[in-house]
Nanobody, 128 residues
């Protein structure tokens, strides 16, 4: 069964850090570009970051550049997102999403149907 399972969310104060994890199974990990997408309460999905299948190409939303880091471990078929200097407005459900791509490109949208697979999300709450 193909699955994406997120973990690592939690409660953190402004300025704090978390590391989100997306474990994948049932797919050839290197053939999938991966993205993190978030949804704050009452708001639409927002694309956060993406990485190509081989890990060579990485992109971030302007709002998170310099604070978030995306990376992947091919041996573990796992995607990560390091969140630093978190802000209260970044409270959201964070999802990982996968798109089969072998051309090195990355999906940089938050449109559900632009991806082949989605996880169920992990909640990040930034509170003061």
């Amino acid at each position: 069964e193909v699955q994406l399972v997120e973990s690592g969310g939690g409660l953190v104060q402004p300025g704090g850090s978390l590391r989100l994890v997306c474990e994948t199974s049932g797919l050839t990990f290197r053939n999938y570009a991966m993205s993190w997408v978030r949804q704050a309460p009452g708001k639409e999905l927002e694309w956060v970051s993406g990485i190509s299948g081989g890990g060579m190409f990485i992109y971030y939303a302007d709002s998170v550049k310099g604070r978030f880091t995306i990376f992947r471990d091919s041996a573990k078929s796992t995607l990560y997102l390091q969140l630093n200097s978190l802000k209260s407005e970044e409270t959201a459900m964070y999802y990982c999403a996968a798109k089969r791509k072998t051309d090195g490109t990355v999906v940089r949208t938050a449109t559900h149907f632009d991806y082949d697979l989605w996880g169920r999300g992990t909640q990040v709450t930034v509170y003061s």
